[in-house]
Each structure stands twice: as structure tokens, then as C-alpha cells.
């Protein structure tokens, strides 16, 4: 039957061959090369249909940037996957550790990722209640990741969390034709060792293919005692044939890490830049005695998902996922001459001593599951491609604190709070491209998302957070797409979205200011224009995002003495965003990017604490400092690379990276802000052609090659104490000139 068909195909292919041969006679064409990607597509539908509905295409109104697996291999020699990312337009990226590997995050357009929407092969990984996504609870997915889309703005989030800074569609491997085995070693500065396997049974006459991946990371950290330990798998199975395409994936990951989320204070960056105030311990007269070690953040967490898809006919597609997400994990802290009662105990009496005050280890858990559908159904009518799209999703969490050890008794394991967070939502949505000739293509999309959110028990701190949520909200947007000619085009669109407060919001704000704070909305506004030819690609866009209503943290405090987010009711982001890609000849290639913005909000009300001498509270200020600077949204970001290929299979990558002045708050002041920095790296990698093995491959990276000192992030608490400023502060340093190198072996 396959070798009929193939014949078919041979008949139907061979009038547009010789007419692409002819037309591309002095572009090496390959009539070989052609037929077989004829055939893959026509005979199996691709695993690419699994992630249709997240993604968008080359004529769709949207920006956004792709990134495929062989550029990330290779600089993928153990860092998360933010820092692979780090040198697309945007984008802005930090560790705790100093070094790329545990716990990191980044930012795009200034915005965290509590407001980047992140999918999995479609499916949303953005924790639904904190809106944040744990890379270091994936270590090395970029070894699993077939290509990536960043969309930036509003983008095409059809599922999982609101997009209010950016969208990164993930796709993992997909099916290979031919069985291989690839290991991948690493090793290099503080002790960073990574070791992955990769290994395919390839696609058999049958359509059944079974792939996978087992990473072991390990690093001591740049910051002191910043070590992790890290191991993950992916597991895959997949069929397919003309018709229908069913894909299992399985993939999880460990992570155990030395806490390095405290920072390191800003008056010990000059003499003491590792300085890890995390674990330290205090004798009764506040006299240091050492270090606690098992200063830990421990999780596990597990993706399970199933993708199914049909092709109805070459005009109709059904697409569809199911999958749970599984975590559990905890972090743990010694604590110093801790109040009994803000654990909920009473004095202990001990003969004619009463204890009020003693040191403990307390351990905070999170043991949750998230699941849910997605359904997209493709219709392509006449000039129209429609996607008709749904998806339900539940997380079900538990939170509770267990103290595991006192200096004095109490009881065993007592549990000091226990609150669960459940929340359900889910949406439809209508998606269309219409053609209406060969140069406009226009682009509309309604969303609507309902969601439920309930908290029910008692926090760390000892109050009642129990309250109940429901949100309603339509999502449209839309945009135009023009062709000018082979070489040029332009677009621009126009999209609305709503943002739900997440948990901490909640949970930090008491009685009376939950009832004031509401969702966010914002309108993205997108120009853009690109040029093409056989040796640059040239895009420009401006963006204006309009909000109202956003959460920011303004100072203000809640009963209880803790800062809370707090809407303000205008702010925006004005932007003009580039990038240049440039082939001159084999030898030398430039891809080049740059964000110029202004990130403001207007009439920003400034809340400051107040004390007396003997640290009575007394009330806050409020000061209407007028327009200032959103936090962490620098006003320049560009980012250079430039590849030279010398000889043969040898290329030479230098990276370079510009990041403008960063304000800690939102107050504009200098004195609380990030230096501007520039960071330069070197990647070199060599592919050695010999008949042992399919790939050898040896890569060295210098990082920071200037050894330039900066920090990428800080936090900051301020307070007047009598006549003077108090002031807590944590800020992130990133390590200097460091080094890793790596070989690939593939079988």
C-alpha cells in the first residue's frame, strides 16, 4: 500500500519539480531533497500540528522570533533555558546563583514572568496560581526542545495565562526518521558538570516512533554555597500515519538547590560579592556562629501529556491535548530567636523559666496538580483558515508549614498553618486569517475566560485568607498583514487582554484591600515592517502598551506590616524594537537586535513606612511623585552576535549584550537602581568529520570574557526609622569571566 501510494505521489509531484527545477536551476535545486519533503507531508501528519493553535504564521500580524534546536545545542552546555534565550530582542535575563544554573528567570519588554505566557507543546506550564514559571524545575529542557516561539506583546495566547509582556511556545522533539543516540558532556566553571543523553528509536514502516532524554546537572554556584543538583527525564512515544497522529510525553524534574533568593546585601558588593546572607545562624546576643546547611529549596514535579490529532480532510484538522501536571517540594530555613506566638504556640514554662522566643527549622510545603484539556479544530474555507479552539484547566494546591525541629520541645512535626488554593477556569475562542488577495491578509481572534478562584485556611503568617474569585473577561484582537512585494511587507494589529491578580496579591492584602484591587487590562498596539533577501532580514516594530490598572508595588502595607501590589490606574510602554540578519559570504554572519522604550507610570503615588526611635509604628507618607519609570523596564537593550566560520566546520561566535539602567522601584531614584552593563561571550564550536561516529562535535564557551562586575536584579524594602532612612536591601551578582567546555557524540 506505502509503495503505491509513494507512486502517487511520484505521478502528482513530477509536473511541479521540473517546473522548480527549471526555476531554480542556478540555486542548486535537489529533486531528491524535494520529493522526500513532499512526502513527509503528505503522507503523516507532522507532530508541528500539536502546537497550530499557540503558535503564529509568517503572514499573521503579531511580532515575534523563533528559535530552533541547533542553535540552542549549541550553547546549551548546562545554563536554563532563559539564558539561551538571552540574546533574542527584549530580553533580559538573571541568576540567583550567578551563573546560569538553579533558579532563574528573565524578563521581555520589562515584564516578568508572571506575565509571559509559557505552553509546553501547546499545554500551559505558568503555575496558576503564582502566574510564574520555574525553569529550574525543568532542568535542561533546552535538550529536549525542537524550536521555540517568542511572541512579544499580547501575542496569540490561546491558552494557559494572560500574556502582558510576552507568549514562549515550547515544542519538544518531534518524530526522527533514522534511530540515533547523542550524548552531551559538559564541565567547567564552579564545577558545573552536565551530562545528557538523547536517544530515538526513529519512525518505523508502522508509524511508531519512541524517543527520549536523562540529564544530571551539577554546580557549586558563583554565589556562596549556590549550589544545585539537578536531574530530569523526558520520555516520548509517538504514532502516526496519514490521518492521524497520537503523541505520550512524559518528562520530569528534580531540583535541589542552596537558597541564594535572599541576595546579597549592597554594602558588601565591593569587598564581598558572594556574600550568601541565606542559613546564616546567631547565637541569643546576635553573635554569628555559622551557617546552616540544609538552607534548602526541594521539589519534584511532573508533566504527563497526551496529543492527539486528525485530519478530516486536507481543508480539516482536529487537534487535542490532555494532561497533569504533579508537584511537590518544600524549602527549608533555620530560624533565629523565632516569637513563639507568631507560630500559634503558647510560652513554654520550662522549672522557673518562661520561653517566649527560640531558634527552630521550619519547612514550607507546596503539594499541588494541575490539569486540564485543549481542543482546536482547523477549518481552511476558501480564503479563510479558521480555528475554532476551547480549553478547561483545574489546579488543586495544598500549602502548610511543618516545624521539624526546636531547641526546646514542642510537638513533633506541629503544622503552624494549612490553606489549599484551587482555581478552575477556562476559554473559547474564534481565530481567522482571511486572504484577501495575494498581498492583504487580515487577522482576527475573540477570546473569552472565565475563571474561578477560591482560597480557603489559614497563612503563614497566622490570618484567615479564605475569600472566593470569579472573573470574566473577553479577549479580542486583530490586525492587517500587507504584502508589499517579494521582499517587503508590514502589519499591524491591535489587542485587548485581561490579567487576574495571582495569589500573593491575595493572600498579602487584608480584608479591606482585597476588595479594592482588581484585574488588570491592557491594549497593544503593533507596527511593524520587514525586508528579506538572500542575505539580510531586516525587522523593525513600535509598540505602545496601554494599561490600566496595573499591579505594581507602590509601598503600601497591609495590617499586619507587610507590602503589598496595588493597582495604579495608568502607565504604558512605548517601544521601537530591531534586529538585523546579515550573511555576508560563508565566513562571516551578523544577526544584530536593539529595544529602545519608555516604560512609565503616571501620577505614581510613593508610600513610605514610619517609625520612632524605639520602632513604634506610626502611619505611613505618601508622596505624588507624578510620572516615573516602571521598575526593571531599562529604557535600551540590544544584543550583537557576529559568527565567523575561518575554516570549515569551525565557527566562532562573539555575543554581546547591552542592558540600560534598571530602577529598583518605581520612585526614578538613582541610588536605587542597577548600573547600566555589557557582557561579552564567546561560544566556539568545531564539528570533527571522521567515520567513527555521525556527530562529533567540541564547543568551548567563554562567558564574560572583560570579567565585568554587575548585577541583573535587586530587591529593595525602605522604611523613616526617627530622622533617618532604613533601608533592606538584596542585590544579584553575576559571576565574571567563567568558562565551560563541552563535546557531542552521536551514534
Not at 44 to 60: F, P, Q, Y
Not at 304 to 319: I, R, V
Request: charged share 20%; aromatic share 14%; hydrophobic share 35%.
Amino acid at each position: 500500500m506505502f509503495k503505491f501510494i509513494k507512486k502517487i505521489l511520484l505521478l502528482v509531484a513530477f509536473i511541479p519539480i521540473q517546473v522548480l527545477a527549471q526555476s531554480n536551476s542556478t540555486n542548486n535545486f535537489n529533486e531528491e531533497e524535494y520529493l522526500n519533503a513532499l512526502i513527509d507531508t503528505l503522507i503523516m501528519i507532522n507532530d508541528e500540528i500539536v502546537v497550530t493553535a499557540s503558535r503564529v504564521g509568517e503572514k499573521t500580524p503579531l511580532t515575534y522570533s523563533e528559535i530552533n534546536s541547533k542553535e540552542l545545542m549549541k550553547s546549551n552546555q548546562g545554563a536554563d533555558l532563559p539564558f539561551l534565550l538571552q540574546n533574542t530582542p527584549s530580553v533580559i535575563v538573571t541568576s540567583d546563583a550567578g551563573a546560569g544554573v538553579g533558579y532563574t528567570s528573565m524578563r521581555i519588554r520589562g515584564s516578568d514572568l508572571t506575565r509571559i505566557n509559557v505552553t509546553l507543546n501547546g499545554v500551559p506550564i505558568n503555575d496558576a496560581e503564582s502566574n510564574l514559571v520555574y525553569f529550574v524545575d525543568l532542568p535542561d529542557l533546552a535538550s529536549s526542545v525542537d524550536n521555540i516561539q517568542i511572541q512579544r506583546g499580547v501575542g496569540n495566547s490561546s491558552n494557559g495565562a494572560a500574556a502582558f509582556g510576552a507568549s514562549i511556545n515550547i515544542k519538544t522533539d518531534e518524530q526522527t526518521t533514522e534511530p540515533f543516540a547523542r550524548l552531551s558532556s559538559s564541565i567547567g566553571s564552579f564545577k558545573t558538570i552536565k551530562n545528557t543523553l538523547n536517544f530515538s528509536t526513529g519512525r518505523n514502516k508502522n508509524g511508531f516512533n519512541f524517543n527520549g532524554r536523562i540529564s544530571k546537572i551539577n554546580s557549586k554556584g558563583y554565589i556562596d554555597r549556590a549550589y544545585s543538583d539537578l536531574f530530569s527525564y523526558q520520555l516520548s512515544a509517538s504514532w502516526s500515519d496519514e490521518n492521524d497522529f497520537i503523541k505520550f510525553m512524559i518528562m520530569n524534574g528534580k531540583e535541589q538547590t542552596y537558597q541564594a533568593w535572599n541576595g546579597c546585601p549592597k554594602d558588601s558588593l565591593k569587598t564581598n560579592p558572594t556574600f550568601n546572607p541565606a542559613g546564616i545562624m546567631y547565637d541569643k546576643n546576635g553573635n554569628y556562629i555559622g551557617y546552616y546547611e540544609n538552607e534548602i529549596d526541594k521539589y519534584n514535579q511532573t508533566y504527563y501529556q497526551l496529543h492527539y490529532a486528525h485530519s478530516f480532510s486536507p481543508n480539516l484538522t482536529l487537534t487535542s491535548s490532555a494532561f497533569m501536571t504533579t508537584g511537590k517540594g518544600y524549602y527549608e530555613n533555620y530560624k533565629n530567636n523565632k516569637k513563639l506566638s507568631s507560630y500559634g504556640l503558647e510560652p513554654l514554662v520550662i522549672g522557673d523559666t518562661i520561653i517566649q522566643r527560640l531558634n527552630l527549622i521550619q519547612q514550607k510545603w507546596l503539594d499541588n496538580k494541575f490539569y486540564g484539556i485543549n481542543i482546536t479544530l482547523n477549518q481552511k474555507a476558501g480564503k479563510f483558515d479558521i480555528n475554532y479552539g476551547g480549553s478547561w484547566n483545574k489546579y488543586d494546591g495544598d500549602h502548610y508549614g511543618i516545624i521539624n525541629w526546636a531547641e526546646y520541645p514542642i510537638p513533633l512535626n506541629y503544622r503552624w498553618y494549612e490553606n489549599t488554593g484551587k482555581k478552575e477556569y477556562y476559554n473559547i475562542y474564534i481565530s481567522s486569517n482571511y486572504e484577501f488577495n495575494q498581498y492583504l491578509n487580515f487577522f482576527t481572534e475573540v477570546q473569552y475566560r472565565h475563571i474561578r478562584y477560591d482560597l480557603k485556611g489559614i497563612h503563614d503568617d497566622l490570618n484567615d485568607i479564605t475569600q472566593n474569585h470569579i472573573f470574566n473577561f473577553w479577549n479580542p484582537k486583530g490586525g492587517v498583514f500587507y504584502s508589499i512585494d517579494e521582499n517587503n511587507s508590514a502589519y499591524f494589529s491591535v489587542a485587548y487582554s485581561n490579567r487576574e491578580p495571582n495569589r500573593d496579591i491575595y493572600t498579602d492584602a487584608d480584608e479591606i484591600q482585597r476588595k479594592n484591587v482588581t484585574h488588570e487590562k491592557l491594549i497593544d498596539y503593533e507596527l511593524g515592517y520587514s525586508y528579506k533577501n538572500r542575505k539580510i532580514a531586516l525587522s523593525t516594530n513600535v509598540f505602545y502598551m496601554d494599561y490600566k490598572d496595573q499591579l505594581v508595588m507602590t509601598g503600601e502595607i497591609n495590617n499586619v506590616g507587610n507590602t503589598i501590589m496595588m493597582n495604579v490606574d495608568k502607565s504604558y510602554r512605548l517601544g521601537l524594537e530591531g534586529s538585523l540578519a546579515y550573511q555576508a559570504n560563508r565566513y562571516f554572519a551578523l544577526d544584530f537586535n536593539f529595544a529602545l522604550s519608555q516604560n512609565k507610570i503616571i501620577d505614581f503615588i510613593d508610600y513610605v513606612e514610619l517609625y520612632d526611635d524605639k520602632w513604634n509604628y506610626l502611619g505611613q507618607s505618601t508622596t505624588n511623585l507624578g510620572t516615573t519609570d516602571i521598575s526593571f523596564s531599562p529604557n535600551i537593550i540590544s544584543g550583537l552576535n557576529l559568527k565567523v566560520t575561518p575554516i570549515k566546520y569551525l565557527d566562532i561566535v562573539f555575543q554581546e549584550k547591552y542592558v540600560g539602567r534598571q530602577y529598583i522601584d518605581n520612585t526614578s531614584t538613582l541610588s536605587r537602581s542597577l548600573n547600566p552593563y555589557f557582557t561579552s561571550n564567546v561560544n566556539i564550536n568545531y564539528e570533527w568529520k571522521q567515520n567513527l561516529f555521525k556527530t562529533l562535535n567540541f564547543n568551548l564557551a567563554i562567558n564574560n570574557i572583560f570579567n565585568n562586575k554587575y548585577c541583573s536584579n535587586a530587591w529593595i524594602y525602605r522604611a523613616n526609622v526617627g530622622d533617618e532612612e532604613y533601608i533592606e536591601d538584596g542585590y544579584f551578582p553575576q559571576a565574571g569571566i567563567n568558562i565551560m567546555l563541552g563535546i557531542i557524540v552521536e551514534l
